[in-house]
């Protein structure tokens, strides 16, 4: 055989047009995705909080489109809720922190349930969360995705064209700043707008001295922005208290006042950038 370079199809970039664009899903003044190109940056993290702080003045939900690894449940503290059904329409479920979420979680008998569900079937799930739930009337749907450019993420770009745009979540290492440019790019290949960019986990500041650390460095997603002419929508660094949340139910922003303000900055940056 000759010697020479392995070739791989690539097949060609989706059709940047929905091919059935949901007549179903409506009512919703801004539909918000929260993507990442690298795992465990905090899009769910950011999705809650960010949902509860807009949540104060506005009537919001979350969809948790991460169906393999369904997490906003814990972080609102319902993850023993089940969804209620009325008139064959799901109602999303109302949290005490002021916002309704759907999750995956809430059809699973138990927490360490897997979801072994190739994508077709995490199509069908999100097509029902975003059509068979009751979302009509919200100013935000804060839709909560799994890492990375996959099935999810394009379900709902090609079913939602009103999207209103993408944040993208990065923390300031290199790697994640690598995989956060595939997700903005995947993002202009679906002529979706990018909203902006957070970056998580962005230093740490010693609560006994008060010297700040920067764990995973700072400042590259700001230069990010700057590069691509993308909006930098803040900084959030390393809290104790957003580790908390998991354990708690209680999201960040209601348990600590430093997190609170930061979240509240950033809320209204992407209240000023959607509602202009
Ligand atoms: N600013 C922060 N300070 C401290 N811990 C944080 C911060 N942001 C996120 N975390 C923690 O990092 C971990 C990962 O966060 P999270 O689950 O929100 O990430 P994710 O991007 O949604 O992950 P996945 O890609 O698996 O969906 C969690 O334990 C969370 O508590
Ligand atoms: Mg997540």
């Known amino acids: 055989m000759a ?3 392995i070739k791989i199809n690539t097949p060609p970039p989706p059709t940047p047009t929905a091919p059935q664009p949901s007549t179903k899903y409506s009512g919703v003044k801004h539909t918000i995705m929260i993507m990442s190109g690298k795992g465990g940056v905090g ?3 950011f999705s809650v909080n960010l949902a509860v702080s807009l949540g104060k003045t506005r009537s919001v939900g979350i969809i948790d489109a991460d169906i393999n690894g369904p997490d906003d449940p814990m972080l609102l503290g319902v993850s023993k809720d089940k969804l209620h059904v009325e008139n064959n329409r799901i109602i999303p479920l109302k949290t005490k922190f002021g916002v309704d979420l759907i999750s995956m979680a809430f059809f699973l008998p138990d927490e360490n349930t897997a979801v072994i569900w190739r994508g077709a079937l995490r199509h069908k799930a999100i097509q029902q969360f975003l059509e068979d739930a009751t ?3 919200k100013d935000y749907v804060i839709i909560d995705f799994p890492p990375g450019t996959g099935d999810e993420a394009l379900s709902v770009a ?15 290492q290199e790697l994640a700043l690598l995989d ?3 997700a903005i790019n995947f993002a202009e290949q679906l002529h979706l707008k990018v909203l902006g960019i ?4 962005s230093g740490f500041s010693c609560p006994h001295c008060g010297t700040v ?8 997603a700001e230069t990010l922005a700057k590069e691509l002419g993308i909006e930098f929508l803040g900084k959030i660094p390393i809290y104790p208290e957003i580790v908390q949340n998991a354990d708690t139910g209680v999201p960040a922003v209601v348990a600590s006042e430093d997190v609170r303000n930061i979240y509240e900055k950033v809320a209204e940056k992407v209240a000023r950038i959607v509602e202009k």
Not at 158 to 172: D, K, L, R, S
Not at 198 to 201: K, P
């Open 180 to 182: 956060a440019k595939k």
């Open 158 to 172: 090609q079913m939602i064209p009103e999207v209103e745009g993408v944040i993208i979540v990065v923390t300031p």
């Open 198 to 201: 957070v970056e998580n986990m």
């Open 135 to 137: 979302w009509s009337g």
């Open 213 to 220: 650390t920067d764990i995973f460095k700072t400042g590259g």
């Open 43 to 45: 899009k769910s993290t």
């Open 3 to 5: 010697k020479g370079k």
